[in-house]
């Protein structure tokens, strides 16, 4: 039997359980048993939250020197590297991602802590020439107040870096919603909000359902910003929600990103960056390149190559070291993930590899590495995201016919491009409609670069230079030099 260990939400400093007493039961995706309970938020912890974070703002946080809240972050930093394998432990019993991943993604998700710590005391403001003799007039940017950070399970510490790390930056405090799915990670991240002696208040994490938790923050009345990662209609909810309290918003929505390999691509690095767009992390991404469109000439050959590659892919328990992909999160995502083939086999797919839960395991969510040739991306799989480790293949004759069935989807998240013609890969990477494109690589980060998406992908950017700017306003200052009164307005013409 697995000993379940019980957690505790982090707010205003304290570790409490959740008012009603009530708590949600996280799975461990390898064998679908019970590990751990975390506290049921219901609407009075939520506003204790938020308040605790007001409170937070308007008496330290927003008035610290830039350099002194940079202090901190980096702090926190030291404290994610020394954590790194413990965080990366936990992560893999919360969502059964392969250890080898989340003990290395941990140890780097440091580096945002630190570059937006460095950014801290760069955001200026302006001088504006303005029209209006003995005036002066300048701008500045300030914090917001109060962020709600709502994190999805999949990657949960780098979805939370960039938004807490800019947020905490700019002087504003966070109140983050961990996914009911698996949130254990954020609890123990707590800890180390907690050990990098950041004051009271200034971060809180929470544990709960989006009904009633997640509303419940979405609409407080003193939350300034909602930054959201999760699906579509999720987001949805949320803009509506945004309209009780009119707070800003930015969306990361996941997406079906598409990758093509001209006949000029290099082979070995196009199979290897495929391999890594779909089938890494189970296929549990949002960037996840999940429709491939291979040029005709090359097409039978490059499948083939694909399709031993996928077939020796090994699957098994996470925390093996030569485990190569792990569990699904959840028997949710298994039905949808075998609906949609069942489905796109019905309409004239034909399944190369995979295509069936694995056998390794009667209890965990276990689906191994699976490619389906599709006469179009109409098909079910071709066509939804899944979420899981599905590659939908098709063929293409033109490059313009390539950026036409690129395009031809209703997200813009993520994209790939393999050729070793430049021009080629230029005229392609501005045409297609995605916030990112890789151009003979996939699935990397930094926190130099900004992420995120357009048309159902959401909007916002996260990560890079500019994403500091949003979680601030703009204030207007006008300064009047003349020593001599105003006009009387009344006498003014």
Known sequence: MTKIKNFKMFIDGEWVDSESGKTIETLNPENNEVWATVPEASTKDVDKAVKAAQ?????SWANLHPRDRAKYLRVLADQLRINAEHL????????????????????????????FAGLADKVEGTVV??????????TTRIPIGVVAAIIPWNSQMLLTAVKLAPALAMGNTVVIKASELAPVTLLEFAKLIEKSGIPRGVVNIITGLGEPCGKALT???????????????????????????????????????????????????????????????SGQSCIAGSRLYIQSE??????????????????????DKDTQMGPLNSFKQLENIEKNIKATVEQGGIIRCGGKRSSISNKGYYFPATIIECENHNLPTAENELFGPVLSVMKFDTEEQAIKLMND???????????????????????????????NTYRLISPMAPFGGIKDSGYGKEAGIESIKEYTRIKTTWYNSSDKPMTDPFTMG
């Not at 409170?55 to 008496?59: C, M, S, V």
């Not at 945004?242 to 996941?254: I, M, P, R, Y």
């Open 55 to 59: 409170k937070a703002f308007e008496n």
């Open 129 to 138: 020439p303005i029209d209006k003799p003995d005036m002066q007039v300048t």
């Open 219 to 281: 609409t407080h009345n003193l939350v300034e910003r909602i930054a959201f990662t999760g699906g579509p209609e999720t987001a949805k909810h949320i803009i509506k929600n945004s309209a009780e309290n009119l707070s800003q918003v930015s969306l990361e929505l996941g997406g079906k990103s598409p990758v093509v390999v001209f006949n000029d691509a290099e082979q070995e690095n196009a199979l290897n960056g495929i391999t890594a767009g779909i089938f890494g992390a």
């Open 409 to 439: 989807n209703k997200y813009g998240l993520s994209s790939g491009v393999y050729s070793s013609n430049l021009g080629r890969s230029m005229r392609v990477s501005k045409a297609v409609r995605a916030g990112i494109v890789f151009v």
């Open 88 to 115: 990366g432990t936990i992560e893999t019993k919360d969502t059964g991602k392969i250890f080898k991943e989340t003990k290395t993604q941990a140890s780097y998700i440091a580096e945002y802590y630190d570059y």
């Open 298 to 319: 090359i097409y039978n050959e490059f499948l083939d190559k694909l399709v031993a590659k996928a077939e020796k892919i090994k699957l098994g328990a996470p925390m």
